[in-house]
């Protein structure tokens, strides 16, 4: 399962030229349970907040940075360790093993008018590969699927890095710009925010890392609605993972609402069922 994984990456990264992968394990069945992943995504940067070492990393893998290393896994300790993988085994054992380096293509953050960015030492990896949740196709739940695209910057520059509880990066970034913090009201933390995407955006075409930006999405995004509504098509949707994280009202998604009835198949968050048969 570690190599599929590992090989899922591979074919995924393809170079920069990101190719959409799903890789399918075992489903659960009714006389034993399939394997999981531990890991909510593929790649994901370590992070601890404890008081002797501080916040280090990526607050939201805290938990299983604590497991990895009580399964003997080493960190450096920087902001921008890849964690290992930790498999289960259908009967509980766990195994845990640190991705090859050229297995996780990763794109060091620089802006393309303010040079001091490259300084901050961000950077982000190529391909988000969500690991957790559950593929249920036809009364099969395929509770081990690992499914991959390719990024929008706002994921990155709008929520990883901005979050208060992820990277926080919008007072360092405010700082480094001269803005006036003293008050909300002066929007430095919107003006940070257009810079840190900004710098998303250039630093993953600079490294020819396929990404796509708000906008363009948002357009097609539009585009695919009509053509099923012209095929006589409904297309539910959550409006809030629909409209991007910044600007929203620039984008044509944000002015209008949609259905909330759910699908199948679909993949749904690990435990939860068939959307089709749940209340
Ligand atoms: N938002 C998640 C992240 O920032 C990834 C979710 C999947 N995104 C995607 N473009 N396929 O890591």
Request: proline share 7%.
């Amino acid at each position: 399962m570690f190599d599929e994984c590992v090989e899922h990456l591979r074919l995924a990264t393809n170079g920069g030229r990101i190719r959409p992968v799903v890789t399918v394990f075992a489903p659960d069945t009714a006389r034993r349970r399939g394997p999981r992943i531990r890991n909510d995504q593929l790649v994901r940067y370590a992070g601890w907040h404890t008081s002797e070492l501080g916040r280090i990393g990526d607050p939201i893998t805290v938990g299983v940075t604590r497991e990895a290393e009580r399964l003997g896994w080493r960190a450096a300790r920087t902001d921008f360790d890849v964690l290992p993988l930790i498999i289960e085994d259908p009967d509980g054992s766990r195994m845990c093993r640190g991705l090859p380096d050229d297995a996780v293509l990763q794109v060091p953050l620089s802006h393309p008018t303010l040079p001091w960015f490259a300084d901050l030492g961000l950077r982000w990896y190529a391909v988000p590969a969500l690991a957790n949740m559950d593929l249920v196709i036809g009364g099969i739940t395929y509770g081990c699927a690992p499914f991959s695209g390719w990024y929008m910057g706002t994921e990155i520059g709008a929520r990883n890095l901005a979050d208060v509880e992820r990277y926080d990066m919008l007072p360092t970034v405010g700082r480094r710009l001269g803005l006036n913090m003293s008050s909300a009201r002066t929007l430095w933390r919107d003006r940070a925010l257009v810079e840190l995407n900004i710098a998303v955006l250039h630093s993953f075409e600079h490294a020819g890392v396929d990404m796509t930006d708000h906008h363009t999405e948002s357009e097609r995004f539009l585009a695919h609605l009509a053509a099923e509504k012209r095929q006589g098509r409904s297309t539910p949707g959550d409006w809030s993972w629909l409209v991007p994280p910044m600007s929203g009202a620039l984008s044509p998604v944000f002015h209008r609402y949609y259905d909330r009835d759910e699908r199948c198949p679909a993949f749904v968050p690990r435990g939860v069922g068939c959307p089709a048969h749940r209340d």
